[in-house]
């Protein structure tokens, strides 16, 4: 059973399919040996009517194969597209139902992806104001710091020279 959850979706609409072909025919086949002499007289018409069935089954196992793999094959494109970089996603699928509702899922993935790239863009736009004012502080610190001295440094030269 674990193999068969590993099988790509086509491959298992496909083998449900040949399946329930196989059940039909054999059930036409067996009715058929019942019959008789008269079952022999319609095997022909019946091999082509099994003909023509395996035909029909094999175009509609296609189809649906195609159809249900679609809505998957869009999905990770987008994921792919996301994981690339690009958050600009509309949630539009031709798909109805769960293809849909992944669709939308990815979308709504991506724009709260994009939305916590914004936050995170605004606080380092934050961070980058708030050290640009801190450096301007600390230059304005340093700027009285050397007047101060400066100053000091005149007082204790006129004390200097008072004492002298």
Not at 46 to 59: E, H, I, K, Q, V
Not at 65 to 89: C, I, N, T
Request: glycine share 14%; hydrophobic share 55%; charged share 15%.
């Amino acid at each position: 059973m674990k193999h068969i959850r590993q099988l790509d979706t086509r491959f298992k609409i496909l083998g449900a399919f040949a399946l329930l072909f196989a059940l039909g025919a054999g059930c036409l086949l067996w009715l058929l040996g019942q019959a008789g002499a008269a079952g022999a007289a319609l095997r022909g018409s019946a091999l082509l009517c099994l003909g023509c069935g395996l035909g029909f089954t094999a175009l509609l196992a296609a189809w649906v194969a195609a159809e249900a793999s679609r809505p998957l094959h869009e999905a990770v494109q987008v994921a792919e597209r996301v994981a690339g970089g690009d958050l600009r996603l509309r949630a539009a699928s031709a798909a109805g139902g769960d293809g849909a509702a992944l669709m939308a899922a990815l979308a709504a993935l991506a724009g709260k992806l994009a939305g916590m790239i914004g936050e995170v863009r605004t606080g380092a736009a934050g961070i980058v104001t708030g050290s640009t004012e801190i450096a301007a502080g600390n230059m304005d610190l340093s700027r009285r710091t050397e007047q101060q001295a400066a100053s000091l440094e005149e007082t204790a030269s006129s004390m200097e020279e008072l004492t002298a």
